[in-house]
Every structure is written in C-alpha cells, then in structure tokens.
C-alpha cells in the first residue's frame, strides 16, 4: 500500500520561508517524477514544481525564483523549499508521486497560510 506523508506547512508572514516534506513509501517499484501542487479555496488545482528521477525540474511561472523543489532519492522524500512567500500561495499543498509501474499517488495535503 502506497502512502505519502507530508509534513512542514503552517502559518507564515508574508516574506517569509517554509520548507514541506513528503516521503514515500509502501512499494516496491521505481519512483519517477515527484511533484507538488495546490489547491487555494475555489480554484483548480495546479502544479507548483516537478522533479524527476534524474533531477531535471520544472516550475509555475508564479513560483520561479521564489520556491525550489528537490529529493532525497534513498528516502523517497520530496522537498519544497519556499522563500519570499506571499498572501497568493495560500493554498493546500498536495505532494504527488508518479511510479513508473503503477502510476501516481496523492498525499492528504498541507494548509499552507500566508498572512499578516
């Protein structure tokens, strides 16, 4: 059974920093990409940042120079290092994993609020 488990959202200024992990875990096969998107209230979910197993990456417009995605590939962990984090980030969090065997999976979410 699959599971993803994400940690590190919470409530931060505006300017300020989180940093979300998800670690995944319960299969055996070869995970590819690695993922974070967000869902703010009454909108699409959308991608924040992709990593694959290689490390090539890729970002939302809206997130670029602000947020970096990596991994930990002995640990199955992804990470989000978000800076500069404004009031439009709001949103939960949602870690996705895509193996190359069968398919992808969704963590529960993390509430990330920015707010003065």
């Known amino acids: 059974q699959v599971q993803l488990v994400e940690s590190g959202g919470g409530l931060v200024q505006p300017g300020g920093s989180l940093r979300p992990s998800c670690a995944a875990s319960?299969?055996?096969?070869?995970?590819?990409?690695m993922g974070w998107y967000r869902q703010a209230p009454g909108k699409q979910r959308e991608l924040v940042a992709v990593?694959?197993?290689?490390?090539?990456?890729n970002y939302a417009d809206s997130v670029k120079g602000r947020f970096t995605i990596s991994r930990d590939n002995a640990k199955n962990t992804v990470y989000l290092q978000m800076n500069s984090l404004k009031p439009e980030d709001t949103a939960v969090y949602y870690c996705?994993?895509?193996?190359?065997?069968?398919?992808?999976?969704w963590g529960q979410g993390t509430q990330v609020t920015v707010s003065s």
């Open positions: 996705k994993a895509d193996y190359v065997t069968i398919g992808g999976y």
């Open positions: 319960g299969s055996i096969f070869r995970l590819n990409a």
């Open positions: 990593i694959n197993s290689g490390g090539s990456t």
